[in-house]
């Protein structure tokens, strides 16, 4: 069998498309795997670590405010997919694969297009809650959409050929016991918050978390750990030095948090942005959350993420705008003081975890090909 994947642009396309790889060179060690994405994407370097081959095609994204620069940039954008359009045709004709899978980027469009025209099998994967538009055009062609929840099957209007399966993670995710994964950080017994807001945005974030933590180093029985991003170092040092907070065994900053599994285990709730992997991983390890979507994401969809989550009972939303230290720290208190809702809070969210979604989109595509023999 040969599969081609076309995924990019962001962790939340190109992690699903790996865990898809993973499992179907774990059912079929000789298969033939081919990632195509953008060239000095971040899909190029994750790629290649992961051990699959690669090819990589010019790709940009339309820019939506249209300023004289802007439009330069959309006609180059115009440009690059053209040339995609035909570099993947003569793709698909010399590799022949037996079924392209897109899974979310720029590089989707052409890649799947040309396919579905060749009469090849195609699926693309949609992680968010609201489809974006390149789901939402290849559904009019591909053979299957495969949708993280009920609630992106009510964006589309094309259903005939939707299938709900989940978000897939990587089979090597660690999912701890929550006292194990405390042990192995050397936290002390406590209500855990871990809290970071991605190399984009986390300074409003950090913000409103060092007010938090001021007054959690009050209160004196309280973990946490906050990640504040590339980019917030001095910022955040200076918030530290501003409420006197020190970092001891119970508070601890980092710039990036590169044990997230672990620390995910060890919480009692999250706080962070709402991009669609960041969610997957909340629900499979059973977490309460505080969601504060990304608002320059994507047809801002990570507020129909944070949606999903916060009608089903698993998380508070609070939208960027309404997002202050007072506001933060108001629900952290409420829920450090009412312990049985944020016990009910990961209940819910552990009942929204879809734990088979890679084996369902495994057998969806295995169908699709053996529909096409």
Known sequence: MRIILAAGGTA????????????????????????????GGMEERLV????????????????????????KRNIQAVHYYITARGDAHKLLKE?????????????????????AKMGIRTAVHESNSLPGITTTMLSKQVDKVLLPNED?????THKENCVVTGNPLRSNIPIEEQSEARKKLGLPEGLTIVSFGGSLGANKISESVAEVVKWEQQVGDIN?????????????????????????????AREYIDNMYTCLCAADLVISRAGAMTLTELKATGK??????????????????ALTMSKNGAAILIEDKDLTGERL???????????????????????????????????????????KQ
């Open 48 to 71: 290649k670590k992961a051990g699959y081959d690669f090819t990589a095609f010019r790709m940009a994204g339309l820019q939506r405010k249209l300023t004289p620069e802007n439009i």
């Open 224 to 252: 946490h750990i906050h990640s504040f991003g590339g980019n917030g170092r001095d910022m955040f040092d200076g918030l530290l030095k501003k409420y006197d907070i020190q970092t001891n065994e119970r508070f601890r």
């Open 12 to 39: 939340g396309h190109i992690n699903p498309a790996l865990a898809i790889a993973d499992k179907l060179r774990q059912l079929f060690p000789d298969c033939a795997v081919k990632f195509v994405g953008a060239q």
């Open 329 to 371: 720290l108001a629900e952290v208190k409420a829920l450090y003081n009412d312990r049985e809702k944020l016990a009910e809070m990961s209940r819910c969210a552990a009942a929204l975890n879809i734990p088979d979604s890679t084996d369902r989109v495994i057998s969806n595509i295995l169908d699709l090909v053996k529909d």
């Open 152 to 156: 992106a099957l009510a964006h589309l």
């Open 95 to 115: 590799y022949a694969p037996d079924i392209v899978i897109g899974t979310g980027g720029y590089v989707c469009a052409p890649v799947l297009t040309a396919a």
């Open 288 to 305: 309460a959350s505080i969601l504060i979507p990304f608002p320059q994401a994507a047809e801002n969809h990570q507020y129909y993420n």
